[in-house]
């Protein structure tokens, strides 16, 4: 199995530390051979050779049949609008260059874990949503820039129907393993784009008969997520929007430090957690590895087809849970572990 | 004291309605004459005169001291992509023409409804923040179209920097008057728009050195938001973030059907519930009105200083929460009242 290890920034490192440590395990319980190759990306490529997705990185992912990811990112940069270059332009670069055109965000509750929701139980409980993000277009990858002496900015938001087939095509599809519902999210009233989604959605609806779409409104969808998020079974979203709405779904199950997701690509596939780079808690062997250790479960089922391998990872994270070794952010009033200490008892 | 009445559709008409009544009733009572003048907008303008805001009905606007709105939005409208007018065209004209830059809109909490809130009470308590969002810019305002025989769609986002300080001018002085934070949102990790709004509210920090400023990212909002309402004060963002933020802050604080709004604008305000046209409801009575009649008693405060009357309505309302005199959405498992007693009751 030939794997691409992007740590990049913040807990980066530290959380694929131990979902290479579980991935090994399996590998050695399941003989399978794993072949890892680390590449530079984010900040940490920035300050090594001056880009954040440097073209040995992309070799190094062409190369590979799947890319374990870990996040990016750096305040540094953050509160400095006039930045040349930045980390997060490495991970766009990435997902245009690899074509990973499908982020898959599931959000699920752990029981365990449901009373730390912010959300009241009866409201989180039996939520098992699937968010797809298209990645590779819309506003994020329009032409941009400044007029008038930088006093005024612009973005452009461009989708072709291709680029919208291509991503419902994988909603309709998953709808049906599921509960045969899909909920295509735009702003139909007022994006002229918006209303491309519409219609090229409207149009496919016929080619699965079983499936019940509907449309909602990205402001519609930002409030029902909160009020009564187990209504959505599989929701199809532009880029820009599925940013705002995976976020908010991650938080509502309790489990955000848990959550995995896979990008699908023409290339490659990626996994990584949904968290991001928490620089706050870099270096101090804190962070949560488990959306990492789940991700890579993910990989093993859908990039190598292997079933069993995926469930092991996911039986022993049910397991740690169960038996309280967690990192801090889930231990309450209990003795926290480290970020190392839960990779090592999960391995 | 003039006021122009636009109910619009759905459960506009009868929400307005009672808000009509218990101005009525304050007037008579602070001994003051109000001036109603109705015009059309929305579907219901459509229908009449083939516009959705008609130049009758902004020449009623302009000549007002303020508006009084009540909800736009038609589902006839909403599954036809190709629709050639539609209601929500008439909402963003009036926007503009009036010059409404920007929408104020609190959330907070309700001691009686807090339980009606999806999240914990601990999480939601205390909670009491302003969005301000940008209501005559960005994507909504921008160039779109479509291209290669309509499968290519594209919309822009610009904004300047008099956009931008214009809008965060207030949001400063909110913050002064209230907890003196001040959280500026935007995607500044990718758009360069965003970029302009960090660069122009950090340009303006040394203009109010008793104001703290925090910058974050739409997508790590919308999670805060979920988890720690209660940590944000005011808020400032551009029109879609605000579109989106907004409606999520919403139904967090369990009040939905009671938080108010005020647009403030160039030529005048204007005053409306949050809530939409929520047309499943409409002509049955049984919409909750408080959200209308508390955004009559902020058009007292904001459009006329009266604090007086304005406090008496929101007394009035409290008192009929006290008492259970409610629509069918607060009642839970007591007698439910009708839209119109409920604005009998409080008039
Ligand atoms: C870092 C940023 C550019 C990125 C995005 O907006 O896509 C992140 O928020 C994400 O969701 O992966
Ligand atoms: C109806 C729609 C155009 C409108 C908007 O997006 O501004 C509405 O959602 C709102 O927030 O007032």
Same mark, same amino acid.
């Given at each position: 199995?030939?794997?691409?290890?992007?740590?990049?920034?913040?807990?980066?490192?530290?959380?694929?530390?131990?979902?290479?440590?579980?991935?090994?395990?399996?590998?050695?319980?399941?003989?399978?051979?794993?072949?890892?190759?680390?590449?530079?990306?984010?900040?940490?490529?920035?300050?090594?050779?001056?880009?954040?997705?440097?073209?040995?990185?992309?070799?190094?992912?062409?190369?590979?049949?799947?890319?374990?990811?870990?996040?990016?990112?750096?305040?540094?940069?953050?509160?400095?609008?006039?930045?040349?270059?930045?980390?997060?332009?490495?991970?766009?670069?990435?997902?245009?260059?690899?074509?990973?055109?499908?982020?898959?965000?599931?959000?699920?509750?752990?029981?365990?874990?449901?009373?730390?929701?912010?959300?009241?139980?009866?409201?989180?409980?039996?939520?098992?949503?699937?968010? @797809?993000? $298209?990645?590779?277009? &819309?506003? %994020?990858?329009?032409?941009? =820039?400044?007029?008038?002496?930088?006093?005024? !900015?612009?973005?452009?938001?461009?989708?072709?129907?291709?680029?919208?087939?291509?991503?419902?095509?994988?909603?309709?599809?998953?709808?049906?393993?599921?509960?045969?519902?899909?909920?295509?999210?735009?702003?139909?009233?007022?994006?002229?784009?918006?209303?491309?989604?519409?219609?090229?959605?409207?149009?496919?609806?016929?080619?699965?008969?079983?499936?019940?779409?509907?449309?909602?409104?990205?402001?519609?969808?930002?409030?029902?997520?909160?009020?009564?998020?187990?209504?959505?079974?599989?929701?199809?979203?532009?880029?820009?929007?599925?940013?705002?709405?995976?976020?908010?779904?991650?938080?509502?199950?309790?489990?955000?430090?848990?959550?995995?997701?896979?990008?699908?690509?023409?290339?490659?596939? @990626?996994? $990584?957690?949904?968290? &991001?780079? %928490?620089?706050?808690?870099? =270096?101090?062997?804190?962070?949560?590895?488990? !959306?990492?250790?789940?991700?890579?479960?993910?990989?093993?089922?859908?990039?190598?087809?292997?079933?069993?391998?995926?469930?092991?990872?996911?039986?022993?994270?049910?397991?740690?849970?169960?038996?309280?070794?967690?990192?801090?952010?889930?231990?309450?009033?209990?003795?926290?572990?480290?970020?190392?200490?839960?990779?090592?008892?999960?391995?």
């Amino acid at each position: 199995l030939n794997i691409a290890l992007l740590a990049g920034d913040g807990i980066g490192p530290e959380v694929i530390d131990q979902a290479v440590k579980v991935s090994n395990a399996i590998a050695k319980k399941f003989n399978h051979e794993i072949a890892w190759t680390s590449a530079l990306t984010g900040a940490a490529a920035i300050d090594a050779v001056g880009e954040p997705y440097p073209d040995e990185t992309h070799a190094v992912c062409m190369a590979a049949d799947a890319v374990l990811f870990g996040a990016i990112g750096h305040p540094r940069f953050d509160n400095d609008p006039t930045a040349k270059v930045r980390p997060e332009q490495g991970l766009l670069k990435m997902r245009k260059a690899l074509g990973l055109y499908a982020n898959v965000r599931p959000t699920f509750t752990f029981p365990s874990l449901i009373d730390n929701s912010p959300l009241k139980r009866e409201r989180i409980e039996g939520t098992d949503l699937i968010i @797809l993000r $298209e990645l590779t277009g &819309g506003i %994020y990858f329009g032409e941009r =820039g400044r007029k008038d002496d930088g006093n005024t !900015a612009f973005d452009t938001c461009t989708y072709t129907k291709e680029e919208v087939e291509r991503l419902a095509k994988l909603g309709f599809e998953m709808a049906l393993q599921r509960s045969k519902k899909l909920c295509c999210v735009d702003k139909a009233n007022v994006l002229e784009t918006s209303r491309l989604w519409r219609q090229t959605v409207q149009a496919m609806e016929k080619d699965y008969p079983e499936v019940t779409v509907s449309y909602e409104f990205v402001d519609a969808v930002a409030m029902r997520l909160v009020q009564w998020p187990s209504s959505y079974d599989v929701i199809i979203t532009e880029n820009l929007f599925g940013d705002i709405l995976t976020d908010e779904a991650s938080v509502i199950s309790g489990s955000m430090g848990l959550m995995p997701s896979s990008s699908i690509g023409v290339h490659t596939s @990626l996994f $990584e957690p949904i968290h &991001g780079s %928490y620089p706050q808690a870099a =270096g101090k062997d804190i962070a949560n590895p488990l !959306a990492t250790v789940l991700s890579a479960a993910m990989m093993f089922e859908d990039a190598f087809g292997l079933k069993e391998e995926a469930q092991a990872i996911r039986d022993v994270v049910n397991k740690s849970l169960a038996e309280g070794v967690v990192t801090e952010d889930l231990a309450g009033k209990n003795k926290a572990y480290k970020t190392s200490e839960v990779g090592d008892w999960l391995a």
